[in-house]
């Protein structure tokens, strides 16, 4: 496939991207004891980028042989031509970029391939019974295990071809528990680019079970919050969906030229400088990130990209389009989810750097406040950067300490507000997105994470 | 698009490939989708793109045991109906998973247009131009973020080893637009509008990006908002995310059957005020998830969920049906891809007697609210969120646009504090909503 690739492109008059994916997908889930779903999906195909005039075109096909290829480049070029007329502003040059040439096979010792059927079913119904015979409160239980594992090459006229190899397993539970007519909901979920003794190194299904159950457990008695604007300390989790929710979109140059706030904000103050954000094609500080990503679907090679630098804004997250544009290097975030999708700009791995404040110094010094851990239900972000996301787990801090949970608490803002209140950072580090995915049009799997940090937001509550 | 022989024998064909490998009963589902689309990114053309996929998604049932496998490479198709197979027999057996046998389907008119197929790129291309010359006439501070119009082909054929055989073609434009506005320094909310149509003639992307660019504007120059209990009026935009997510999960059929919709067992009582109607139709004319039969074959049919204030019915595919001993309603969702789900295809809130602005003339003081950023939990019932592009009424008017206010409250209760609904609806995706107004929302300002 690389080469035949490589000779349709080399023949190509005038810039063309070419590349091929194998996706392949398992997917077992179990409801209250009863198998749900068990299912395999293979896609296959090749999508076409090319650039004529100064406008791209896209085509994509299932047909691999040479003649169903070069029928897709000419019909990605013809759309190119179809809109080139019409275009205001013509693409002069994608920006240079160090394209890769290399092979990346799968980074684990234990292959998902390895694990049968058998034993992941047998997994999944275990963990499901677990969390059914915790109580009679338990009405509803939900166990889901699934992997996605991919096979690209990227081939582009000026040079790329890159060989690649992921694969990606999550695992998630679910549980409802219900008293006097009231039903709430306990989940948990993680998910890590790697294989199986991977997917389980952070935490155990068996611990997942025993936390889920406990949330859906404690949420049936749990009052409400307050509403209003106090101190905060967000855990790694609630830190990672900040990072790439609330501020990652608002730096991806194609939203930055959409209006967003961040057109104005280049190296400004736009938080406080204990905070340095990162996106990164590797798994910084801790192994298993999800959105390992050595080559971008452009062809270019990653490379680990500080947006924020100790409160200032240094970089945008870019393509070859978009960092042609800006006058800088590629960052190597254009992604595609599928064969069909053409690549857009996407994050990878989001995080803040830790600091120096342990946990429980964090906690000490707040009074009145909450300490909010875990994407709960639902959660958006503007380009102006204001936030809103469900907490998975709210409890109470007075003077120092811990207390009760609260229930369905979210936290809201000005994401840069938010970031420029931060007074502490803490010295643990994790990606904790669960088995999250980005939508943006098409799906994309990322991580995100951080330390712990303490800073001001608005708990959304009754009056 | 082929000819409907072609998807059908591909059908037959994985049919009989999937009991050569041993399954009992079988269930293909094939769909191809063809798709021209223009995007427009940052208020000018983008990317123009054109896609074909055929997709064929497997069930096999052996011994009421049953695996799933889909392809959209011609060559893996025996792979697939084997992997199926095996998947089948790698599972627990239940006495629900057998196949229903077929009913009649009653084909629906109105959802595809001959006209489509030369909808060329270039047509496409000439609607996107269209967008962006209107945002800028309607005002100069608009930014077009992003902005799509597609034509989408579809063919459907499924066929089981029960004699079901049915084809579908439809076609569907849809065209959406986001939007914000900025003012110097000021930059407004996003703002969203999608529509869509089965025919060229009804391809109208002008009230998408008057919407958007309204949406848009009214939130630039907002202020702090205020903090009280008090009613909202929400906008049909609104109205999905807080309310239609909880109704759509409440009456699943599976939710039910896993006692997870405290609904399931409510059938018959009154779980709203009694102003509301909700009624799925999937052969609603013009239905933007219109069809003749839904993901299992089962004819799609009209069903009221909810009248005025009782639940009515659950919908349920075939699987959920058998087990909660109740009637199959045609609610089988989902593509190839994927199992057959649950899931509603047009979904209305019936329209009450009042106008949009006497429900506010009634307000003294409260908050419309015309999106919402947040999150509502369909089992609790809890939602808390930002409140976008949003108004506070004062003395019956809308007094001035309002930033950074939360709303929060149960959906449970809401349904049954509403105290008024619209005459005019709007489509919303697949959904036609009306206003709505609430009692008793907790607004807090930021």
């Given amino acids: ?463 | 698009m082929g000819n409907s022989s072609e998807l059908r024998e591909r059908c037959q064909q994985a049919l009989e490939l999937t009991k050569k490998h041993g399954a009992d009963e079988v269930e293909i589902f094939a769909q191809t989708a063809q798709t021209v689309a223009v995007d427009v990114e940052n208020n000018d053309l983008h990317t123009t793109s054109s896609q074909q996929e055929t997709m064929i998604g497997i069930r096999a049932f052996v011994n009421q045991q049953v695996g799933f496998a889909c392809t959209n490479v011609d060559e893996d198709l025996e792979t697939a109906c084997a992997d199926a197979v095996q998947l089948a027999k790698g599972s627990p057996r239940d006495e629900h998973n057998l196949l229903d046998s077929p009913l009649p389907v009653t084909p629906v008119q109105e959802i595809y247009d001959t006209n489509a197929e030369s909808f060329s790129a270039a047509d496409a291309v000439g609607q996107a131009i269209r967008i962006l010359e209107l945002a800028e006439s309607i005002d100069k501070r608009i930014i077009v973020g992003n902005a799509s119009v597609s034509s989408n082909l579809v063919e459907r054929c499924i066929a089981n080893s029960r004699g079901l055989d049915q084809f579908e073609r439809s076609s569907l434009f849809t065209y959406f637009a986001l939007t914000t506005a900025k003012d110097g320094e000021q930059v407004s909310n996003m703002a969203f509008r999608f529509d869509a149509s089965h025919f060229v003639r009804d391809l109208d992307v002008e009230p998408v990006i008057r919407g958007a660019s309204a949406d848009a504007l009214g939130s630039l120059g907002a202020g702090r908002g205020e903090s009280f209990l008090g009613p909202v009026i929400l906008t049909p935009e609104a109205v999905g995310p807080i309310l239609g997510s909880l109704i759509t999960f409440q009456l699943n059929g599976r939710n039910a059957l896993r006692g997870a919709s405290r609904w399931g067992k409510a059938l018959g009582n009154a779980i709203a005020a009694p102003l509301l109607t909700v009624v799925d139709d999937g052969r609603l004319a013009g239905g933007v998830a219109t069809s003749a039969f839904d993901r299992e074959g089962t004819p799609c049919a009209r069903l009221v969920l909810i009248e005025n204030g009782v639940a009515k019915s659950l919908m349920h595919n075939a699987y959920t049906a058998r087990a909660m001993t109740a009637s199959n309603t045609g609610h089988a969702s989902g593509s190839a891809r994927s199992i057959p789900g649950i899931g509603p295809s047009n979904i209305s809130i019936q329209p009450g007697d009042v106008r949009k602005d006497d429900l506010i003339a009634d307000v003294q003081h409260g908050l419309l609210v015309s999106r919402f950023s947040g999150s509502s939990n369909p089992i609790s019932g809890d939602f808390s969120g930002v409140a976008k592009a949003a108004y506070l009424i004062k003395d019956g008017k809308l007094d001035r646009p309002v930033t950074g206010t939360l709303i929060a409250g149960n959906a449970f209760e809401a349904l049954q504090s509403l105290s008024g609904i619209s005459s005019e609806t709007e489509r919303v995706f697949a959904s036609t909503l009306p206003y709505l107004r609430i009692e008793n929302i907790s607004i807090t300002a930021e």
């Fill in chain 1, 1 to 463: 496939m690389q080469e035949l690739l490589q000779r349709i492109a080399a023949k190509s008059e005038g810039w063309i991207e070419l590349r091929f994916q194998s996706r392949s997908t398992k997917q077992i889930a179990v409801r209250n004891g009863e198998l749900e779903e068990s299912s395999s999906k293979r896609i296959q195909g090749i999508g076409v980028r090319a650039l004529v005039d100064g406008v791209f075109g896209f085509a994509s096909t299932t047909d691999l042989s040479e003649t169903g290829i070069l029928r897709a480049v000419e019909a990605a070029q013809g759309a190119a031509r179809t809109s080139a007329r019409a275009k205001k502003h013509h693409i002069e040059e994608l920006a240079q970029a160090t394209l890769s040439t290399g092979s990346y096979p799968l980074q684990t010792a234990d292959p998902l391939d390895a694990h049968p059927l058998e034993e992941k079913l047998a997994l999944v119904m275990d963990i499901d019974k677990r969390i059914r015979d915790s109580g009679d409160v338990i009405v509803s239980s939900n166990v889901s295990y699934a992997e996605i594992q991919d096979e690209k090459v990227i081939v582009t006229s000026d040079g790329a071809c890159a060989h690649l190899f992921s694969a990606i397993p999550e695992f998630r539970t679910m549980a409802v528990a219900q008293k006097d007519g009231e039903q709430c909901f306990g989940n948990s979920s993680i998910s890590v680019q790697g294989g199986w003794t991977e997917l389980f190194s952070i935490r155990s299904p068996e611990e997942m079970a025993e936390y889920t159950v406990r949330m859906a457990i404690e949420q049936l008695t749990a009052p409400h919050p307050p509403g209003g604007t106090t101190t905060v300390v967000l855990d790694p989790g609630l830190v990672g969906v900040l990072s790439h929710e609330a501020i990652g979109h608002t730096v991806e140059a194609d939203i930055v030229l959409g209006g967003a706030i961040t057109l104005e904000k280049m190296d400004k103050e736009v938080a406080s400088e204990l905070i340095t954000l990162i996106d990164s094609p590797t798994s910084d500080h801790q192994p298993g990130a999800t959105g390992n990503l050595p080559v971008d679907d452009e062809g270019v090679e990653g490379r680990r990209t500080t947006i924020i630098d100790r409160g200032v804004l240094r970089s945008y997250l870019h393509n070859r389009e978009t960092a042609a544009h800006f006058g800088v290097e590629p960052t190597g975030n254009a992604r595609a989810f599928e064969y069909s999708d053409a690549p857009i700009i996407r994050m990878r791995n989001t995080y803040i750097e830790p600091g120096e404040t342990s946990l429980e110094e964090m906690i000490a010094g707040v009074d009145d406040g909450f300490y909010c851990c875990g994407l709960g239900f639902g959660g958006q972000a503007d380009s102006n950067a204001e936030f809103m996301f469900g907490v998975r787990e709210a409890r109470r801090i007075k003077k120092g300490k811990i207390g009760e949970l609260v229930r369905g608490a979210n936290i809201s803002g000005n994401a840069f507000d938010v970031l420029k209140s931060v007074d502490a950072v803490g010295n643990k580090f994790q990606w904790d997105l669960g088995a999250g995915t980005c939508g943006k049009g098409q799906a994309a799997k990322v991580d995100a994470g951080g330390p712990h940090l303490r800073c001001k937001a608005t708990i959304g509550g009754r009056q």
